[in-house]
């Protein structure tokens, strides 16, 4: 019998032990998945949660009910992998061989390489929303809060789900406008980027909005510390920023377990080839989602995307067949812009997101780059998406994953 | 896009960036450091020189990387370009502006 073993539950690892246990079955494949944690949370949720619009138990389910019965589920940390022995050591001292092996251990918060940031003030007036106990914290200030001075801030990119900041100013914007206090708080955006976005076309259309919620936006701020007495943002240029409430994305890294195994960059994500999803190092080993290096946005969607290609890729290699160089940096992603609406961007490597419709060319009936009720209406309809589509690896119809260009208004 | 850096024809992208390194020499490099208000001194030569090397050997940039270089850190690689470093210091040493991914 042959081993498969899937590096983390998340969404790419189910994602990825859904898919694959249709292809390759007992008794001559045995499947295994590792993860030590109990439960499968619905990331995107963290935006809502702090504003209301969400409560927990929309977004956390248990790990097993994701699993397929005859994938071998492990919930125990992981020590170590040593890829030149293509075995896993896992915290209790056993080991485990694997013949292929898939990493999906994805990427978190590092608020301890910012000085300061996970000081006094740390969830008292600096919050984090990209974990569920941050994203709980900051709603039960938010309930409380009489407004003064928000700042939202990026640290440092590459950070999951880009927009995720962006849409939490927006979203900001529209909750206090409800509350009746709009007037009594200033919203300033933050970013080590140039403008709100990394790509031209995307970024006029957000700064627009930005501009029109009475949103300032602070480019190129490249933090050096939180002054946790002063209550203020500094970045190594010397630029200060006064909050009263820091909504921050802290540093992303990789799991640290890439750096106990010598398998990651310097933040600990896995050189991996950017379209067949083969790790650089080790021809067996493949990488998807926010684990990686690749310089993809590190989104579900994306991880959707790279589980329908790498599966096929996987199976080329089990028959000894050359992998295909198909993930084009596909990523679809909408933008929550606050009052009931959203956008939709849909780009890769080489396309920046632009106007348009989607998914069926010049009927749409969603728009790409603008905002639209139905946008928003499909962003909520995702998170049933996700649970009973997605994560069970079922192909979602009419999205294919690599990007289309049809409907597509390109210069 | 054809631009005159330093009486020379250069070919750069909208943001100004070379697009092609072989068209670069030190003179084009002062004019664009004098476009964006950076008189180079030495130690600014010896980090483009670094910055240079690693586009060279496909090294992605950014500001992290530069702090732990041991060529530089990040306080003073600030002081010596302080407006948007990265961008301006890449701009001057006439490689492309680093992509953040997303």
Redesign the interface.
Known sequence: MKNIVILGAGTAGTMMANHLHHQLKHPEWQITIIDEREEHHYQPGYLFLPFDIYSPEDIVKTIEEFIPKDVKLIKQQINRIVPTENKIQLADGSELPYDILIIATGAKIAPEETEGMKGSEWQKSVFDFYTFEGSLALRNKLREWDGGKLVVHIT???IKC?VAPLEFAFLADSFFKHKHMRDKVEITYVT???GA???PKATEALEHLLHEKGIHIEP?F?I?RVDNEKKEIVD???KVIPFDLLVTVPTNKGDELMERSGMGD??NYVPTHKATLQSINYQNVFVLGDASNI???KAGSVAHFEAEILTENILRYVHGEPLKEEFDGH?NCFIETGNGKALLIDFNYTHEPVEGSFPFAGIGPLRLLKESRMNHMGKLAFRWIYWNVLLKGTHIPFVSATMSEKGKHYA | MEKIIAGKNITVNEEGYLTDFNQWDEKVGEAIAAEANVPLSPRHWEILKYLQDEHKNQVAL????IG?SGVTD??E??QLF????L?TATKIAGIPKP????
Do not use: N, W
């Open positions: 440092e990119m590459p880009p080590p980027l140039s976005f990394t790509k190129d490249a050096e190594y240029g010397g310097d933040l310089p993809a946005s990523a | 950014s500001i992290r990387r732990k990040i306080k690689f600030y302080p407006v948007a470093p961008k992509a953040s991914c997303i």
